[in-house]
């Protein structure tokens, strides 16, 4: 279990590592330098809308296809042409009230034409991730990576060459919109070839009863789902509509939130391995749940605190090496980079208690979480803007880890005694207490430009960092040798 996990783990962060922070800070953060806050904050709130109605054409059927496929596998292939015809149909419902949405919201026709074209890319988007749920469920984890970065190559290629080159084309909104979808359509593309080699033949047809069955099943991931989206995503659509010039508000969170969606979607790999591996343990004893809970969650949460701290002690250097410098975005960027913390402990109790089936409790959980959300959001933004929507992410965030940490713990009879919690907060306080005084003992060089202007040197000093957080995982035991072991020298 320990080599498997791990493996394939590695794998996927390595491929990630090398692809999504290029198409993250190298494209997306240079188009919102190029564009301005203005603009980027108009797609950053579109975006949102497009992201919190996507659950309109999953209804979590995504989630639902992977914990069949893990159990039973010939069930899931009889389903595949009724689920992909159901997709179209959904995504005529969804359109729709895409359109109806905006349109309640007072935008305007030219932020109509972008919302096609994003509503056009979450199409691609689910059926990309509906083939993904294939993959990973039937153990081709490696083909699963590669389609979870073939998108960005695209747009690195495409975007990257506008932004260098201009090749006739000056970079805006609207065509880097269209270049995302260029990506995301090439990238279907190929993910249905390999998924219809994989599954074979498809026989199409329209079954309304099976669409009303698989509709059933489904139903209480989609509710999940939308609750969890409403309260990620709605600070951005909530800044645009109360916040004092919204689209300049949204913009400087989009500066921050954007790092935070880098660590959300390396987070969503390490949650996309977990569930298939929790729905299969499940089956067997809480023992071996317990086991896959505890690897997961010292590996995952020791390595987000040694991140998360990392980036806020250097937020204005960080964000002044990929932004055009604006103070505004570093407090908003300190309480996301906080929040994720919570966001990670979700990526283990919250896949778990998924895979166990305990929708109804995740479901009443995540509805407190809007709640929340939305309540310190309309009470916040008004008054304090892009900081008041980061103090409200981490409230939620931390309220929603906490609380289902608590149902695991009860469920699974996990061990939380007063050694383990003094360890995590031992492993937590020494850290941060060895990067400032590194940080101090750096405050004390003759040359302090040498520091801000050097990013070579800046990149050392946050490689040394990290290699401190590395060697506290090893000395509280997060990470331990002899799984890693067995990693390198068991085959498979």
Not at 194 to 211: A, E, N, P, S, Y
Not at 376 to 396: D, E, M, Q, S
Request: with cysteine; glycine share 6%.
């Amino acid at each position: 279990m320990h080599r498997i996990f791990f493996s394939n783990l590695l794998f996927s962060l390595l491929l990630n590592l090398l692809i999504k922070p290029i198409a993250i800070f190298g494209i997306d953060a240079q188009v919102q330098n190029v564009v301005g806050l203005d603009q980027y904050g108009l797609y950053f709130s579109l975006l949102s809308l497009s992201l919190i109605l996507n659950i309109l054409m999953d209804l979590g059927i995504n989630n639902y296809v992977i914990k069949t496929v893990a159990k039973n596998q010939e069930e899931a292939k009889s389903q595949i042409s009724s689920i992909l015809l159901l997709r179209l149909l959904l995504f005529l419902v969804y359109i729709g009230i895409l359109f109806t949405s905006a349109f309640l919201m007072g935008y305007d026709s030219m932020a109509m034409k972008l919302l096609f074209f994003l509503g056009l890319n979450q199409l691609f988007i689910v059926f990309i991730a509906y083939f993904r749920g294939f993959f990973s469920g039937l153990q081709h984890y490696k083909l699963d990576s590669f389609f979870s970065v073939f998108d960005r190559i695209i747009l690195i290629i495409t975007a990257g060459s506008v932004l260098l080159f201009n090749m006739g084309y000056e970079m805006s909104i609207p065509l880097y919109i269209q270049l995302q979808t260029f990506g995301y359509f090439l990238t279907f593309v190929l993910a249905f070839i390999f998924f219809k080699r994989i599954v074979g033949t498809i026989h199409w047809q329209i079954d309304l009863v099976h669409f009303k069955s698989v509709l059933q099943k489904s139903l209480p991931f989609a509710l999940l789902i939308i609750l969890m989206s409403i309260y990620t995503r709605i600070d951005g659509i909530l800044l645009h509509e109360l916040g004092t010039n919204g689209n300049v508000q949204a913009g400087i969170y989009a500066t921050g939130f954007r790092l935070l969606d880098a660590l959300y979607m390396f987070g969503m790999i390490f949650a996309g391995l977990l569930f298939p591996m929790f729905s299969n343990v499940l089956n067997e004893s809480k023992q071996k749940v317990r086991e896959l809970v505890l690897i997961s969650a010292n590996f995952l949460m020791s390595g987000v605190i040694v991140v998360v701290f990392i980036l806020i002690f250097h937020a204005g250097s960080i964000l002044q090496f990929i932004y055009t410098p604006d103070e505004r975005v570093i407090i908003p960027f300190c309480f996301l980079m906080l929040s994720f913390i919570g966001i990670a402990m979700n990526f283990v109790f919250g896949t778990l208690l998924t895979a166990n089936g305990n929708l109804k409790e995740l479901n009443i959980i995540s509805a407190i979480g809007v709640l929340i959300n939305i309540s310190l959001n309309i009470f916040l933004i008004p008054k304090y803007g892009a900081v008041g929507a980061g103090f409200t992410a981490f409230i939620t965030q931390m309220t929603m880890a906490i609380t289902q940490f608590i149902l695991c713990a009860r469920y699974f009879e996990l061990k939380v005694g007063i050694l383990n919690m003094g360890k995590w907060l031992l492993f937590t306080l020494s850290f941060i207490s060895a990067i400032f005084l590194f940080d101090f003992a750096l405050m004390n060089l003759e040359d302090q430009n040498l520091l801000n202007d050097s990013p070579m040197l800046f990149g050392l000093i946050l490689i040394i960092e990290l290699i401190f957080g590395l060697i506290f995982m090893f000395v509280f035991k997060f990470i331990e040798l002899k799984p890693l072991k067995n990693l390198f020298l068991i085959k498979s």
